[in-house]
């Protein structure tokens, strides 16, 4: 089957919806597909397209909205003619959604959808985008949405329609799971690494830390990432005298991700719902238990759909600095129950590859109807 994947966000960019987009991609195609990628420019994709395995087209690209949907359109026609897909994935409903709708009302090619989380309600606030997301999730085959949460969203939007949760997964061949060796001698490290917005709950880490610190001063801080919210940050280190234990690492290219997890005691990020800017699933979380870490997240979104609360991490009220510090003191004062959660965390992250995700799409595709056996 000839698969056309519509991406916004695609590799060599970092993050969970590009790395959502190029592993699916990728398993696609080990599993006999033909995929071909429409996704926009990224620094480094001239050397990181000619590795892959399917073909990759970056279309031109703006910032404005509206814009970069007229610039999809056209690509995703021209593709259209000279490729001649099967079928279009949009790999999040705008612009690669109403792009694929374009393509079925023009062109008759039958599309899926992906869902994460935050798309879905920063679009629903103002009628006309709301019933445009209503009119593309109805015409679609059927909808993906990476945990229970997100798709209880796309049904309140789009009704009675096919919506399949598929979970995201996890490389277990690059996290892969180090023992590793108590530093007796050195700080215990705890940390965070993603995009630096408020919706992460890192400054529900730093108000947490002073009661951290009145029970034990063995530890550091390390926050990686890079985003709008680090200067309120750094802000919040400096009002908490927290110099000496918050360290900034800024961005982590790519490759250096798994040493961040093989170094650290404990992954905390308590991501929280702030008017509808949520948490969908959290490939991060899985990642870490992949690398036998234990996390400690927000109880809030889909997260509960990844991390199991008392066994592959523990689930905290985001907005309570106090519960947040009485899971790191927990966790750091109990050797034992942090190395048996490891274990089971480790066990957790394979039943979550993204060859199984892959499969359970292929497996959607293969009862349709409407495609070409």
Not at 158 to 187: A, M, T, W, Y
Request: overall charge positive; some cysteine.
């Amino acid at each position: 089957m000839r698969i056309l994947m519509i991406a916004r966000l695609f590799y060599p960019e970092i993050g969970g919806i590009q790395t959502y987009s190029y592993e699916l991609a990728k398993q696609l195609t080990r599993q006999g597909h033909e995929v071909c990628v429409l996704c926009p420019p990224a620094e480094g994709d001239l050397e990181f397209d000619r590795q892959q395995p399917f073909k990759i087209i970056r279309g031109k690209w703006t910032r404005i909205k509206w814009i970069k949907t007229l610039f999809y359109s056209g690509h995703y026609l021209k593709i259209i003619h000279q490729w001649h897909p099967d079928i279009a994935f949009g790999t999040v409903w705008a612009p690669c959604g109403v792009v694929a709708w374009i393509g079925k009302m023009l062109a008759g090619i039958p599309y899926i959808l992906a869902f994460h989380g935050t798309e879905i309600t920063l679009w629903q606030k103002h009628w006309i985008t709301r019933q445009l997301m209503r009119l593309v999730i109805q015409q679609s085959l059927f909808s993906l949405a990476v945990s229970h949460f997100t798709a209880a969203k796309v049904l309140a939007i789009g009704g009675p329609h096919p919506v399949h949760v598929i979970p995201c997964g996890v490389d277990l061949q690059r996290f892969k799971g180090i023992s590793q060796k108590e530093q007796n001698s050195g700080p215990k490290v705890l940390l965070s690494l993603g995009a630096l917005v408020p919706r992460k709950g890192f400054d529900m880490v730093i108000r947490a830390l002073p009661e951290v610190l009145r029970a034990r001063q063995d530890f550091v801080y390390r926050l990686a990432g890079t985003g709008s919210d680090l200067e309120r940050l750094k802000a919040l280190v400096d009002e908490h005298q927290l110099n000496d234990y918050v360290k900034f690492a800024g961005r982590i290219p790519s490759q250096n991700i798994p040493e961040e997890f093989e170094k650290c005691h404990l992954f905390i990020m308590p991501s929280r719902d702030i008017q509808g800017d949520f948490e969908g699933f959290g490939i991060v979380f899985l990642e870490a238990n992949a690398s036998g870490k234990v996390v400690i997240a927000g109880n809030s979104g889909g997260i509960p759909d990844v991390v199991r609360h008392e066994k592959t991490g523990l689930l905290v009220d985001p907005e309570n600095p106090s519960a947040i510090a009485g899971a790191i003191l927990r966790l750091l004062e109990d050797d034992i129950l942090r190395a048996r959660m490891e274990t089971e965390a480790r066990n957790h992250a394979l039943a979550f590859t993204w060859e199984k995700s892959a499969s359970l799409l292929n497996q959607l595709l293969n009862k349709s109807t409407d495609l070409p056996t």
